[in-house]
């Protein structure tokens, strides 16, 4: 049922609080909520009280203490179907008690109550809470939680959200565990674990002087691999303090480590619970990124104890008012953690390889979607990763304190409530006393804006005729398609490459930069300055707004940026730009010869920053970094990913060979170690091993060989990156060597599997089947998952777009099978193959082939959801 946002209605009763029972027996769960329930005055008066219940079986049901008969026999006024339960006629104020029975160890779906790796766990959000027992699991209902929870002693740990009150055994066998969490929270941050795990604590005082146990909980013998996890769950509650003034604020706070999970982690009160994945890291079996990226996730959660718990959603429509705004906050702390201007270009290049496409697609939407079916297939990159750039832009505009303010004012107002994105919005206004009324767009409406800029010559060489537009593109979602508030930084360069005080009309003096915030369609922009005429613009410094921005910069100009601008970002864009235009070009007509002399001129430029010891190793690598096929995707009509791909191998070759002075360093085992010292370093080492591979410097095999073998993680997985794609004879042995020392360690074999499945010579569909029936693989575990079928179609489009169609049809046979154990996965791994528009006509008509056979075949909403608006 398609489900719209102006269709919110408030629930007709209010959970006071609420006692659960969860007992635990090998062959099922019995669960009963017991709920002191009051009549809501905000709603109509006499609707009845909905308790959604979804795969759970109702076996009891009183009300104010009076057994009530189920089944046949059912009174009047309550009714039970396959989504919940109805009781009309209540008193105003009533306690219902619902007892129900669950199968954790059927559950296949990860929703819910189910078993991984032999501990019981549960994921709640979104609507999760309703596969566990009766209540309105929906985000506005907001209720003080105590659960009583009992089980076999074979698992000591029994935790749960807020504090623990009791404890106790039950017979020889079993024991029970009472928490309670004083403050309300809806049912989706519920959680529960129970298992036999491993615990390693530290202890942490808050800025006001409180004691809190922090406890990472892991499977047996992962301990000693928690240490960066605490570490950066330590340094999240510090930032925390010091940046928001947010405590956290229970005496406990726990993150358990699950093997089987749909999403990364989960920010449950008190009680994270993560993908095993993004805990268990050291350098040793974890590379710099995903040290990174276990950090950001850490920090994420952490974070969301205020923006999520304490103020959470009234509706699932807003979920971007927590996901944007969090990932917001926690883009800025790795900012602050690390280098802020390579940290940017990183949180750029996912939005523009996974958010813009989304926007090109047909399953486009704002970042506030309007309807949906299925609300898990709305944790998109538009909700989370565009949500957090309209973030930025409101922040940049505020000002660092006015965005302090309203973030102050937002919880002060909020604070223990389920409240909207217009809530937000409001909250920020008021604070600043400023009109935000045309940033309601930005969540209204889909598509990437396109933000064009033209230079015209002013009355003489002193000015500059700057003439902006925006136009926002038609999507699929078809929303409205108004003129959005655009924040445009923007500074001068002169020919030696200084930044050039500039003056708009406006301004009594001139400054070094400009924020131009674009309202209209159209906007001319006279700049003054003694050369006006004669200077380079740098637009959209640190990417100031999440558009694509549609210039007249000639190459030249591009290279002046890359070379001597103030802002990383922008020095990393333009290199970027004129990389994407050389891999088009060769795209476009591959039989023609490589422009050797435009790549020379490239090549040059990225000398000069290699060469540059002001320049950080990080920032070299990212210069040395090429675009990925989704971003070159959108500057080729109809796009041909395998043309792309191939084109991207053939300038790497042609990049690498005038590169040869400098890839050097990684053939040279003194100067490799030296690099390989710090986190740049190894980052610069791998990206000039996969140069020397590429120019086919037969030094390059040897020392592969011997990286692979290293003990860095970072420079190991770097060896197979350097490789992986090219047809070297030692592509072989590194990718077995890697295998062989890895075996006995699932969560670093994955490493190894996706490598396997990405690589265009390995890859193909007999060897995709091979590496489902090794022993590491598992069906049910979604990582497994994404690491072979997930990897192949974002990480090898030759084979996935391959011409045949054999790539599409593989993949929708998974699909269909993933869809009958775990439908969220299944529509979220169905994206690529639903991007149809973007091919040629050829390649549409194999992708319509497929998806109406999965289609036909699919059998949960979260499939078919996303297959029918890519059939449309
Ligand atoms: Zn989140």
């Known amino acids: 049922m398609l489900k719209r946002r102006q269709d919110y209605q408030p629930p007709a009763f209010l959970v006071i609080s609420v006692f659960i029972t969860i007992d635990i027996k090998d062959d099922a769960t019995d669960v009963t909520t017991k709920l002191a329930v009051r009549r809501n005055p905000d709603a109509a008066a006499d609707t009845p009280l909905w308790l959604d219940g979804q795969n759970i079986e109702l076996t009891r049901l009183a009300i104010d203490s009076v057994e009530l008969p189920i089944g046949q026999d059912m009174p009047d006024g309550v009714d039970v179907s396959d989504h919940g339960l109805s009781v009309a006629g209540l008193a105003d104020e009533a306690v219902v008690e619902v007892q129900s029975r669950c199968y954790p160890q059927d559950n296949t779906a990860l929703e819910g109550l189910y078993l991984s790796g032999g501990m019981y766990c549960t994921q709640c959000e979104p609507e999760g809470f309703r596969r566990i027992g009766y209540f309105p699991d929906r985000p506005d209902v907001m209720s003080v939680f105590t659960v009583r929870i009992e089980a076999s002693t074979a698992f000591p740990q029994i935790l749960s959200n807020g504090n623990l009150i009791e404890t106790g055994a039950v017979g020889a066998d079993r024991h029970f565990a009472v928490w309670h969490d004083p403050h309300p929270k809806p049912s989706y941050l519920f959680a529960i674990v129970v298992g036999d795990l491993d615990c390693v604590t530290s202890p942490y005082v808050t800025a006001s002087g409180r004691a809190v146990d922090l406890k990472i909980y892991v499977e047996k013998g992962n301990a000693e691999l928690t240490a960066h996890a605490m570490d950066s769950l330590i340094r999240s509650m510090r930032w925390d303090e010091q940046e928001y003034g947010l405590e956290y604020d229970l005496d406990l706070f726990q993150i358990v480590a699950v093997s089987h999970f749909n999403m990364g982690a989960m920010e449950n009160k008190g009680l994270n619970i993560f993908n095993s994945k993004f805990v268990l890291a050291d350098t040793a079996t974890a590379t710099d990124d995903d040290l990174h990226r276990v950090e950001s996730i850490v920090a994420h959660e952490y974070f969301h104890n205020w923006t999520g718990n304490r103020v959470t959603c009234r509706d699932w429509f807003q979920l971007t008012l927590k996901e944007g705004l969090t990932v917001f906050r926690d883009q800025c702390f790795s900012a602050d953690m690390h280098d802020a201007g390579v940290q940017r270009a990183n949180d750029v290049a996912l939005l523009r390889a996974a958010q813009f496409p989304e926007d090109r697609g047909p399953t486009a939407h704002p970042i506030r979607p309007e309807t949906y079916k299925e609300i898990n297939n709305f944790y998109t990159a538009t909700v989370y990763e565009k949500g957090a750039e309209v973030i930025r832009m409101l922040a940049g505009f505020l000002g660092k304190d006015g965005f302090r303010k309203g973030m102050d004012l937002y919880f002060a107002r909020h604070d223990g409530h389920a409240v909207t ?307 070297t004879v030692v592509r072989e042995s590194v990718l077995s060597a890697f295998h062989d020392r890895w075996q006995d360690n699932a969560l670093v074999l994955e490493k190894w599997f996706s490598f396997e499945s990405m690589s265009c010579i390995s890859g193909r569909i007999e060897r995709l089947q091979e590496l489902m029936q090794h022993p590491a693989f598992d069906p049910k575990n979604p990582n497994k998952l994404r690491v072979v079928l997930g990897a192949f179609m974002s990480g090898n489009p030759v084979r ?65 959801e996303v297959i029918d608006k890519a059939l449309v």
């Open 421 to 727: 994105c217009d809530d937000f919005l409001a909250a920020m206004a008021d604070a600043n006393n400023v009109n935000l009324d045309g940033f309601q767009g930005w969540y209204q409406q889909a598509g990437t804006p396109q933000l064009r800029v033209r230079r015209h010559a002013g009355d003489d060489v002193s000015q500059l005729l700057l003439s902006l537009s925006q136009q926002i593109p038609d999507t699929a979602a078809q929303t409205p398609r108004n003129a959005l508030p655009i924040s445009l930084r923007l500074a001068f360069l002169d020919q030696q490459g200084k930044i050039v005080p500039t003056r708009l009309a406006t301004d009594a003096a001139a400054q070094d930069e400009h924020v131009i915030l674009l309202t209209e369609e159209h906007l001319e922009q006279r700049i003054y300055a003694p050369q006006a005429a004669n200077l380079t613009p740098s637009i959209l410094r640190n990417f100031s707004a999440p558009v694509v921005v549609d210039d007249d910069l000639s190459p030249d100009e591009r290279r002046h940026i890359m070379r001597y601008d103030t802002d990383l970002f922008n020095r990393w864009d333009s290199a970027q730009t004129l990389v994407s235009d050389e891999i088009l070009a060769i795209a476009a007509d591959p039989q023609a010869a490589v422009n050797s002399d435009r790549i020379a001129a490239l090549a040059d430029g990225v000398s000069h920053i290699l060469d540059d010891p002001n320049c950080l190793d990080y920032f070299k690598a990212a210069i040395v970094t090429l675009p990925a096929i989704s971003v070159l995707e959108s500057r080729m009509k109809p796009a041909d990913p395998v043309a792309l791909f191939n084109a991207r191998l053939a300038f790497e070759a042609a990049l690498a060979q005038q590169l040869h002075g400098h890839y050097q360093a990684a053939l040279d085992p003194k100067k490799s170690a030296q690099l390989a010292d710090t986190a740049g370093g190894r980052a610069l080492l791998n990206r000039l091993l996969a140069l020397a591979v590429a120019a086919g410097d037969a030094q390059a095999d040897e020392r592969a060989m011997a990286h692979v073998l290293d003990s860095n993680m970072t420079v190991s997985q770097g060896a197979l990156a350097a490789v992986n794609n090219r047809p």
């Open 800 to 864: 996935f777009y391959a011409e045949d169609g054999s790539g599409f049809e593989f993949i929708a046979g998974c699909l269909i099978d993933i869809d009958k154990r775990n439908p969220q996965l299944a529509a979220r791994m169905a994206l690529p193959l639903t991007r149809i528009g973007a091919y040629s006509e050829q390649r549409q008509q194999q992708m319509r082939t497929v998806l109406k056979t999965v289609q036909a075949a699919a059998q949960s909403n979260d499939l078919s």
